[in-house]
């Protein structure tokens, strides 16, 4: 089966690997669509991702959906095969249907699909056949077509995120600061949630067309002469992983606000005036990962076609390469998807 592993530093393959046998306990998905993330096109480009060092073939790809091919015979609580389904990307992770938190998500020993975390490492879903634990599973609407849950995972860590600012989303207006696919999915998020306005800011046209469609009510290109008043904002949400990104959030955000953490900034010590978070008592939220969000992500995908805006280009697994250079240029696209296998929903 074909699967697309990074080997080292610039040195991404779609190689030929054994196909798995599903264990008594567990279920084979026939994965259909991975989305490339962020840290995918780390691991890619610079084999490593913060502090994890890629020092074995590792087969990325955690934002993954697909169609159940075969179930263990242990693996009662298993959907049938044919059964259309998310993955969810950790171990441990709450169970199907979990709506109180449980902190999983925060174990200090837990994996992620596609992870140089771990020796050995964990492999990943962009991967022809993937085995996984049932309670990894989750059976999609008949209403939510594939390509479009595979949004399902950046979606759920978005969700995650601004539960986290709780009531302050209700009637306020905010600000999103980087407009890439984590930005424009926080946009409908905050939407959903009720947020009266909502700005979003970047250096590039395309990804601020993307967040204008999924719900911003205004958008400002920073490298086009745009500007954002100072201390405007109830609540800034940080979402491109840049410290010039997180300075226009506190800049942004008014004195006694909130300011969400929602992009991956640089693990080594960054330059941040916390002299401002102190001098307008400010709330920082950080955000890992996601916990029970998946579920209402699936929902809220089946419910709402417009995110449909945030898939902006799609290639074969053999084109892999060329995916990853369309996906790490954010001037021209927004989330880049890979066709792993044939979709039945076409």
Known sequence: MKAVVVHGPGDL?????????????RVLVRIVYGGICGSDLHYAAD????????????????????????VGQDATAAPAVGTRVALHP???????????????????DGTYFGSASTKPHTQGGFVELLEVRCSQLRPLPAALPLRRAVLAEPLAVVLHGTARLGERVRGAKTLVSGAGPIGSLAVAALRHAG???????????????????????????L??????????????????????????????????????????????????????????????????????ELDTAIALLAADPALDAVLS??????????????????????????????????
Not at 90 to 108: I, Q, Y
Not at 279 to 291: I, M, N, P, V
């Open 13 to 25: 393959r779609v190689d030929t690997l054994p196909e798995p046998k599903a264990a008594p306990d």
């Open 47 to 70: 084999g490593r991702n913060g502090p994890y060092t890629v020092t074995e073939p590792l087969t990325l790809g955690h934002e993954v959906v697909g169609v159940v091919a075969a």
């Open 90 to 108: 950790a171990t441990p992770c709450a169970p199907p249907g979990t709506t109180t938190p449980t902190g999983l998500h925060l174990h200090p």
């Open 195 to 221: 947020a009266a306005e909502i700005t979003a800011v970047d250096l590039n046209d395309f990804p601020l067309r993307t967040a204008a469609a999924v719900g911003a009510t205004a958008t400002v290109n």
């Open 223 to 292: 490298s086009a002469g745009g500007t954002v008043d100072r201390s405007a904002f109830d609540v800034t949400v940080e979402a491109a992983g840049a410290v010039a990104s997180l300075a226009t959030a506190l800049d942004a955000v008014r004195p006694g606000g909130a300011v969400l953490q929602l992009g991956m900034l640089p693990r080594e010590p960054v330059p941040v005036a916390m002299s401002t978070l102190i001098a307008k008592e400010l709330t920082l939220y950080g955000s890992q990962r996601f916990d029970t």
């Open 313 to 346: 280009h799609e290639f074969a697994v053999d084109q892999a390469a060329q995916a990853f250079r369309c996906a790490a240029d954010s001037s021209r696209s927004a989330k880049t998807v890979l066709r792993v296998c044939a979709d039945p929903d076409a």
